[in-house]
Nanobody
């Protein structure tokens, strides 16, 4: 099972920015898509963004479109989530995960059940 290490969370004022990072092993990174999910207190884990192993623009949950950008660095086997114009409702624990199949992110899956090898999570708190 892939080991994922997340970093970059923190406390930021509304309107601010953060960049999350998730490092994976190169074999996993080269073959599978990667996704970001978040979980607010008392709520279920929900999809934020994902990107296939070939890269490209990725795809997003509607509320973060135009504000968040997912990208990947092949040389570092790392996926990033650049979060701009943060809102209080973006607060939560952010997790990265690996797609269960090489096709998961290609077909645009948003279900947590289609991802695996969850990282430990990183807290993002946006103060209003």
């Amino acid at each position: 099972q892939a080991q994922l290490v997340e970093s970059g969370g923190g406390l930021v004022q509304a309107g601010g920015s953060l960049r999350l990072s998730c490092a994976a092993d190169k074999r996993t990174f080269s073959s599978y898509g990667m996704g970001w999910f978040r979980q607010a207190p008392g709520k279920e884990r929900t999809f934020v963004a994902a990107i296939s192993s070939s890269g490209g623009r990725g795809y997003y949950e509607d509320s973060v479109k135009g504000r968040f950008t997912i990208s990947r660095d092949v040389t570092k086997a790392t996926v990033y989530l650049q979060m701009n114009s943060l809102k209080a409702e973006d607060t939560g624990v952010y997790y990265c995960a690996v797609s269960r199949t090489p096709w998961t992110a290609v077909v645009g899956s948003r279900s947590p059940q289609d991802f695996t090898s969850w990282g430990q999570g990183t807290q993002v708190t946006v103060s209003s």
